[in-house]
């Protein structure tokens, strides 16, 4: 039997991932054509039948299934073999892939960044933006080495290392209907019913919210939430009513109707980094969580202004 190569379990898992041959073709750089020759010789190559074609979707058989799970597997263990040659280098450098979630990303990243290449000039840092279930669970596939995350949130089968810890701040309208209209600090359990707009459920940030803020009643929290941080801000600006955001968001680009609220008795949520257990690189993740731990202290002084 000839062996199939890496770029073929690639293929096969992107088609796993899409069920489509356009889609995952053009994930992979290829055209449809190329794409689906390259699985026909991977299936010939194992004497099997994969994935059944139709005209509108690919469904894989229940062997191919096994195949591909096998192929993550192989494509795991291929990154860490990898791994370990870069480990033999300088710490930090080489291939590195970070999952942080969005409502990070936009906000940390841009201090982070920075101060990571100049201390790791030789570092290539590959990022991707997901949802803490999507980027915990492409870790354990082996298809990121670290994610940035907030917590609480359950995480298994990985080392977390915290960072900062980050407070809320209340947004709203500067004229807001749903505010009584002290220049103090609003009173949250004052609030009244369907003025708190969140994000979507699955967004780390609605329960870190409802958990730091303790509502006092369900009956507080709108029927309508937001896909995203930008779009809820708007939502508050058009004064649909008011909601909560991290703290390294207050220098964003805000509309400029919105007004924000410190809220010091907020619980807040901490900011941590995350790997796999067991890892060999665990010094360097370490260290690569060193560098951000620092500039967390320099991000908490710049939301407090």
């Known amino acids: 039997m000839v062996l199939p190569t890496v770029k073929q379990l690639r293929f096969l898992v992107a088609l796993d991932e899409h069920r489509h041959f356009g889609r995952a073709a053009e994930s992979c750089c290829l055209s449809q054509s190329a794409f689906s020759l390259a699985i026909k010789d991977l299936e010939s190559r194992l004497g099997i039948r994969l994935v059944d074609r139709t005209n509108r979707s690919v469904i894989f058989t229940d062997t191919g299934h096994a195949v591909a799970e096998q192929a993550r597997r192989c494509l795991a263990e291929m990154d860490v073999l990898i791994r370990m040659a870069e480990s033999q280098q300088e710490p930090l450098s080489g291939h590195l892939t970070l999952g942080v979630i969005p409502t990070i990303a936009p906000f940390f990243l841009p201090l982070v960044l920075p101060a990571v290449y100049r201390e790791f000039p030789d570092l290539q840092l590959y990022l991707r933006e997901e949802k803490t279930l999507d980027v915990h669970e492409q870790l354990l596939q082996g298809r990121l080495d670290l994610i940035l995350v907030a917590l609480p949130f359950e995480l298994k089968h990985v080392v ?23 220049d103090g600090s609003p009173d949250v359990q004052a609030l009244p019913a369907e003025s708190v707009l969140l994000l979507d459920d699955g967004h780390c940030l609605r329960e870190h919210a409802l958990q730091a803020c303790r509502f006092r009643d369900s009956e507080q929290v709108s029927r309508f939430s937001a896909t995203s941080l930008q779009t809820l801000l708007q939502m508050v600006a058009a004064d649909l009513g008011v ?22 008795d907020s619980g807040g949520r901490e900011i941590a980094l995350a790997w796999r257990k067991g890892s060999s ?25």
């Open 243 to 264: 909601t909560f955001i991290p703290a390294m968001a207050r220098h964003a680009s805000l509309p400029a109707s919105i007004r924000l609220f410190e809220l010091p």
């Open 281 to 305: 690189r665990d010094e360097e993740f370490r260290l690569f969580g060193e560098l951000l731990r620092s500039c967390g202290e320099q991000c908490r002084h710049i939301v407090a202004g």
């Open 160 to 182: 977390t290392m915290p960072l900062f810890r980050e407070p809320f701040l209340l947004a709203c309208r500067h004229d807001s209907r749903w505010l009584n209209g002290d």
